[in-house]
Every structure is written in C-alpha cells, then in structure tokens.
C-alpha cells in the first residue's frame, strides 16, 4: 500500500520500502470534542512502530508515520477502534506522470473512482498528483497504480533520489520530463531550419530557380524532406499519439488528441502531395505541410517544458523551507561533543549551538542565551531572546551566543517538517472554483475536435480555390490552437503561489478551499485572551497617596507578593524586576482567601488586597476610589496597598493588548470586515479593551462552550465568519467558523481545529492571509479569463470567421506558437504572486 513517505523531511516513491516509514491518513468517526484528539493520539501511538500522529479535529482526520514493516494497517484501526471512535477512511496522495490537461485530470479521477473500494479521488495539475480517499481494508497501492495506468497515464517514479532541487516524486519526475522534452524539442527546431527554407523555395533568391515549380527537382527535395521529418513525428511527436491512444482506448479526447490529429493530417496531406500530385486539378495545388508538423512539434514540446519549468518555480516557498533544514548537530554524548548527521539527533540529546549556525530540531533551551533569527519560519524580523527554559524551532539561525538545548523533536515531528507537510498537502488541494472548471473542461477537447471537422467540411464545401488546401489548413489550425491546458492550470498554479507565500511569512493555509473562503469573510471574531491581548497579566500602574514614592510602594508590594503563588503576583513581582527594583524577603507572610495578602517588609506592616480587606482592617482608603474607578473602566484590576495601617496606593496589573493589535483591527475594518471581539470577562472590561482597538461590537460573558454558539448566530445574519483564537478552548469555535484562525506561538504549529495557522502570535498574520487569499483569488480569475478568452477568440479566428470581412487566415504556425504559450502565459502570471509583500506595522 502507497502512503506519503518521509525520510526526514524529503518524501520518497510510493511504497519505496527502503525508507522504512509510510504516512497514512485515516478519517475518524465520533470526535465530539477537544478533548477526543489527545485520546485517540494516545492510542495510535501505543501501537509499536507507530513513529508519530497528529489528530485533526476540523478535519476529523489522524495522520499516522509508521514503520510498514512492524505495523499493520489493521493494526492501526484496531487501536482506533478500541478507544472508542470509529474509523472511515484513509488518504494518501500518489504523483502522476503525462498530466497536462483538465481533461486529463478528470480521466484519472473517473478511473480511480471506479476501483473498488475508493470513496474520492481528486487530481491536481499544481503538484501533478491525486489524493484519493479509500477504504483501507478494499484497495491498496497497486488497484491505484493499475487504474491511472489504464487511464492512460504513469505513476511518477523517478530514476534517482530527491535532492534539494528536486523535492519529492512529482517534482523529480517532472525533472525527467522537462529533460527529456528539452532533447525532443532541439532536435525537431534543428530539422525545422531546413524543412522550413526548402518547404518555401519562391520565397528564398536562388532556391527559386533550382526548384522551380513542378519540377522533378522540387518533388524529390520535398520526398526527402518528408523522411527528414519523420523523427519529428515519430520520436519528438511520440508523446501525442501515445496520449492520444490511451485516451481512445478509453473512448476519450484530451490535448494530445488535438495535437496528433493535427500533425498526422499535416503529415498525411503532405505525403499526398508528393506521392500523388496528379490527384490535384493543378501542380500548384500540391503543397506540402512538413514544415506545419515539425514546427508545430518544436512549438508545442517547447511550451510543455516551458510550462513544467514554470511550474517548477511556483513551489520555491517549499525549496526554501527545505532549504532552512541544518544538515548536521553537535551533540554531547558521553560527555564528548560530536558532529551527526541531523538525521540522528535522538530526543534528549544536548545540542550545542555557536554564533551564526541554524539550530538543527526542535528544543528547549538548557544553558546559555541568544538572539535567534526567527523570520524564516514566523516571518517576525526581529531577533528573538532566548534563554534556559525557552523553546527553539530547528531551522532558525542562531545570531549572537552560544547555548545548548535539550532534543524535544526531532525528525518528521519538528516544526519546520510539520510546516512543510502542511504546506505540500494544501498546495495539492482544489478550490471550489477548480471543481467547475474541471467539469467545463471535461467537454472542451471534443467540442473543439467538433468545431474543427464542421469548419474544415465547410471551407471545402463553401470555400474559395484551392478548397481542399484552405480546408486541411483550417482543420491543423482549429485543432492546434485550442488549449486545455490553460484552463487546467489556471486554478492549481496560483494556489499553488499563493499558499506558498502563506507559508514565507508565518501563514499555514490548509486547503485550497480556506483560501478561496478566506477571500470572502466579512466579519470576523476575534476571542480577546491571547488573540487581541498578550494572554497574561502585567504590571500597568502604580498610583500613590502623598507622602509616599512609587518605587518604595512597588517595592513593598513586589517583595510581599514573592511568597504568593496567584497569577497577578507573578505580574507584579516582573513588572518590578523590570524597573530594577531591588527585593527583599518578607516576614509573616499570610494568604487572606478572596481578599489578599499580609506580612511584614523592612519592619512595616504591608497589606496587598482589595477594598473588603481594607474595611476588614480599618484602613480609610476613599481617597484612592476614584483612581480605582478609572482604573477598572480601563480594563485592568487595580489592588490597594496599606503601609503601617495606612492607604498607601492602588497598583494595577491587565492582560495588556499586543501592539500591532489596534493597526490590524483598522486594516481589516478598511478592508470592509466588521471585527467583533469575544470574551468571558464582564461587560465594563471587554468595552474597555474594545476602545483601546477601536472595536464597536463586543460579545462579553460569554462562556468556553458557548463561543461556537456565537460564531453560528453570526452567520444565521447572511455574514461569512471568521474566528480567531488560541486553538485550545477556541477548538469548537473555530471549527464552526466558515474560516478558523488559530494563533500559534513558537513549536506550537500543528493547531488542529483551524484552517489557518499564524505562527506569529500577532493579528496582522490575519491581514497578511485575507490579502494573500483575495491576491490569489484575484489571480486565478485573471488566469481563468485569460485561458477562456484566449480559446474564446482563438478558435473562432482558427475556423476562419474573420476571412470574409478582412481576409485573415491563422497559419498553424502561429496557432501552434499561440498554444504552446499560453499556458506558460498562465503559468508566469501565477508566478507574479511570489513578489507579494504583505501589510508592515511600524513595530
């Protein structure tokens, strides 16, 4: 059975046993919460050979690494099974070879959807590949290889490993393919010179009078011009009529069709011509078309490489992840340090990372400090400080110090490789409006063979001298024209780009269909906690009675709070650590439930706490009310301080809001997108926070099991919602959302509940992935304007329509020209979304 293969993080063949790993992906039955993934992440990974899973919770799906020569599928659902969830059915993707058309693409999803036991199967031109959806215990690998064969096509199995050019089969094939192209292409423009030249012996001073018209002379150089051309046809031509014959074993058309009757009728008139000149009314009929086949050839073969090296270009955001990955780690084992290949970093094991070197997996720091350079995987700019106890992701590059860390994962599990599999996966992956060009395409290639014989019947018919010659033209030109392949990558290329770009500035879009939903949001939630905010409190103001200092005030507070273990005090004691205060132990220290605490600090009796406790202790502190007041209307918690009996202060701390928070709200209400925020706290703090960002709606109160509830109302008001959250409490809202965003931070990249990962923890990767959704979109309707109306007005002029009223008349040549760039034309256009640069705040 073919699973996506991973030897790190290159993919290998399908079912190449000497990776010894194998991916599968399985869909799961009766995850009804949050709390499911973890359960049933448990139970794949006890099986023994299991190397790693992540169970998505949007998706309902798991996606399992294992050792095929331990572990059995049935295995694997047994486990499953057993914990109590149902299983469905399993995915996995396999690259195909000879796929250049939408007609193609619904060939090998029709033959594959007829192999028992496979539920769907979608192709895609973007990575020339098809994920099918089957079920594990009905088919297997080799039922999948069998049907895409007697669709006509190949499965990609390159002859040689994938490099860093050359990431994984697909692209490796691809390769091949444009290698091979390359080699037919220059030998069919090589004997296109001379073919050309003496095809037109009236149009060259000197070839006129040793080929005058009629001779033997010119019969016999255009004999030997048909055997010259005959390795055009048969070897640079071959891939047409060996196209063409699988699709007609199958009663279909597809590209190769057009073109091989196209050449072959060039061809066979050609013959015609010189062999039996006599069957024509006059010697001057009998022209010859050698030249129309072998630079239709050169042509065509020209734009299929061009159109494979373009393509080539549209995943560089995947060469330049792949790129990121350390090729060796110093590691300390038995006290020695050793440089390993990256590959055998064990967890555990203590890494050491120097100035100016990438940090190999994934980890958390165990001495030392740094600055490590983190744009190339959250797309944040600044370096960011680590120190013992922080986490780093592998790939990043180390700036400053040196430090060592202790292996949290490694492999397949790191971050960089769970970004990159994310990313290949949405690159595979079909937007809506791909579905509907599939099917319109489906009925493309016979239409135009249609159109091709009624125009040429009726030029012969209807048609000026010489009939027969206006007529085989007019059938070359239409068939050759017409291009489907267009059509087929103007959807899948710009995806492609686009998800790509995603992923170079910290955006992992899932699916083709986030992207396209992405576009069309016209609200979105945004949860308060962690998503508007930093997600933890901190020290904001110090405001203090006469007769007393800031400093000495915080200082009290800040040693007296160090024995508590309350999150606030936490906030406290940083905010004063920050201003360099220095602190002392206190004395006596006592928790006071629901009110504060007590004790003694430099020999003075300090009370931290609220106005309950100060009634309770007799301490006057109605001077300080409306400072309280206007603190609280603030958002944030203010606490009085006492000092010998006496009010001494009111120190606040608050969630504070992120500092890109309010510019990225502004920016989404510009782009017409109403922004609501949804919290738990009371009404007075959520409108507080909401007039900081400059946010008009707010949904306060609201509880964890309710927020998903209030997605859903805001969508029965006709609006396409988007939330955005943590990813943990959030899960139920965020899979409700017509599009989930999830914030994540650091490692934390494999959120499953979202469509949409930021790995920066800030709102702006929100903006940047709307813009990058509605740039992309913009694109694929250019190109799909371009492909409709290039074969919209070019086949028309291809019939000959436009003859009667200005004499225009399409030569193949130009035709096959024509044809053969559009698709790069296409193809170059999608590229244009690499040069996307998202929105910057001034931070």
Not at 623 to 633: C, D
């Amino acid at each position: 059975m073919n699973m996506r293969t991973d030897a790190a993080i290159s993919d290998r063949s399908p079912g190449d046993p000497a990776s010894g790993r194998e991916s599968l992906t399985l869909r799961i039955g009766g995850m009804a919460g949050p709390h499911c993934p973890p359960a049933i992440k448990q139970a794949i990974l006890a099986v023994a050979g299991v190397n790693s899973a992540s169970v998505n919770l949007k998706t309902g799906t798991a996606n399992i690494d294992y050792d095929p020569s331990r572990v059995k599928i049935a295995d694997l659902l047994r486990a499953i099974r057993s914990s109590g969830y149902s299983v469905g059915t399993a995915m996995t993707r396999i690259p195909v070879k000879n796929m250049h058309c939408s007609s193609c693409v619904i060939r090998v999803e029709l033959a594959l959807k007829m192999t028992p036991g496979v539920v769907s199967a979608r192709a895609s031109l973007g990575p020339n590949a098809v994920d099918i959806e089957y079920q594990p215990e009905r088919a297997d690998f080799r039922e999948f290889r069998k049907s895409i064969e007697s669709a006509g096509y190949r499965v990609a199995e390159p002859k040689y490993e994938p490099t860093d050019e050359t990431l994984d089969p697909a692209e490796a094939a691809n390769e091949q393919e444009y290698r091979s192209l390359m080699r037919r292409f220059w030998l069919a423009a090589v004997i296109s010179v001379p073919v050309m030249a003496l095809s037109y012996p009236d149009l060259i001073p000197g070839l006129r009078e040793w080929m005058p018209m009629g001779s033997d002379t010119r019969r016999v150089v255009w004999a030997l011009l048909g055997v010259l051309s005959l390795p055009v046809l048969l070897w640079s031509g071959s891939q047409f009529f060996v196209g063409m014959w699988d699709a007609l074993k199958h009663r279909a058309a597809n590209m190769h069709t057009l073109i091989a009757i196209g050449i072959t009728a060039a061809f066979l008139y050609s013959v015609v011509a010189v062999a039996w000149p006599g069957i024509f009314p006059k010697m001057a009929l009998a022209e010859v078309f050698w030249d129309v086949t072998d630079v239709v050839v050169a042509l065509v073969v020209l734009g299929l490489a061009l159109e494979i090296k373009a393509k080539g270009r549209t995943s560089q955001a995947i060469k330049k992840l792949i790129g990121l990955q350390a090729k060796t780690a110093r590691v300390v084992r038995e006290g020695k340090e050793i440089d390993l290949p990256v590959e055998e970093v064990l967890v555990s094991d203590t890494v050491i990372v120097r100035p100016g070197e990438k940090i190999p997996v994934d980890g958390k720091v165990s001495a030392g400090s740094s600055a490590i350079d983190e744009s190339m995987i959250t797309g944040e700019s600044m370096p960011v400080e680590k120190q013992a106890g922080d986490e780093v992701i592998g790939g990043t590059l180390n700036k400053t110090g040196s430090f060592r860390f202790t292996a949290t994962k490694v492999g397949k599990d790191t971050a960089l490789a769970s970004i990159i599999r994310m990313v290949k996966d949405a690159q595979g992956s079909k937007a809506p409006i791909q579905r509907v060009v599939d099917t319109v395409s489906g009925y493309f290639v016979p239409a135009v063979m249609i159109v091709a014989i009624l125009a040429a019947v009726a030029w012969y018919d209807f048609g000026p001298e010489p009939r027969l010659i206006y007529a085989t033209v007019i059938l070359v030109t239409t068939l050759i024209i017409a291009c489907p392949c267009a059509l087929g990558l103007a959807t899948p290329t710009s995806l492609t780009v686009g998800i790509g770009k995603g992923a170079e500035n910290g955006i992992l879009i899932r699916s083709g269909d986030a992207l396209q939903a992405a576009e069309k949001l016209d609200a979105i939630i945004l949860d308060k906690t962690g998503t508007i905010t930093r997600g933890e409190p901190a020290l904001t103001d110090v405001v203090v009675t006469p007769g007393h200092e800031e400093s000495a005030v915080l200082r009290f507070t800040a040693s007296l709070e160090r024995g508590s273990e309350h999150p606030l005090a936490s906030a406290i004691v940083k905010g004063a650590e920050a201003r360099r205060i220095e602190l002392v132990e206190a004395e006596g220290f006592a928790a006071i439930p629901g009110h504060g605490v007590s004790g003694r600090v430099d020999g003075h009796d300090v009370l931290f706490g609220n106005a309950k406790l100060m009634r309770d202790r007799n301490v006057p502190a109605d001077a300080l009310q409306p400072q309280w007041e206007r603190l609280a209307n603030e958002g944030k918690t203010p606490m009085y301080v006492a000092v010998d009996g006496q009010a001494a202060g009111l120190i606040a701390v608050a969630d504070t809001v992120k500092p890109d928070s309010r510019a990225a709200i502004e920016i989404l209400k510009g782009l017409g997108i109403e922004v609501v925020m949804l919290t738990g706290d009371n009404e007075r703090t959520g409108r507080a926070i909401a007039r900081e960002v400059g946010i008009d709606r707010v949904l306060a109160e609201v509880l964890p099991d309710d927020k998903a509830h209030e997605v859903h109302k805001l969508q029965l008001e006709g609006k396409s919602v988007g939330m955005v959250g943590d990813g943990v409490n959030d899960a139920p809202a965020l899979a409700q959302a017509d599009v989930g965003f999830a914030i994540g931070t650091g490692t934390d990249v494999a959120i499953e509940a979202s469509d949409v990962t930021l790995i920066r923890g800030s709102l702006m990767g929100v903006v940047t992935a709307i813009e990058i959704s509605r740039a992309t979109m913009r694109n694929v309707r250019q190109n799909l304007v371009g492909a409709f109306g290039y074969n919209a007005l070019g086949i028309p002029v291809a019939t000959g329509v436009l003859y009667p009223f200005i004499g225009l008349l399409l030569s193949p040549l130009i035709a096959a020209a024509a044809m053969a760039f559009s698709s790069v034309t296409v193809v170059t256009n999608a590229n244009r979304l690499r040069f996307f640069q998202p929105r910057r705040t001034g931070s």
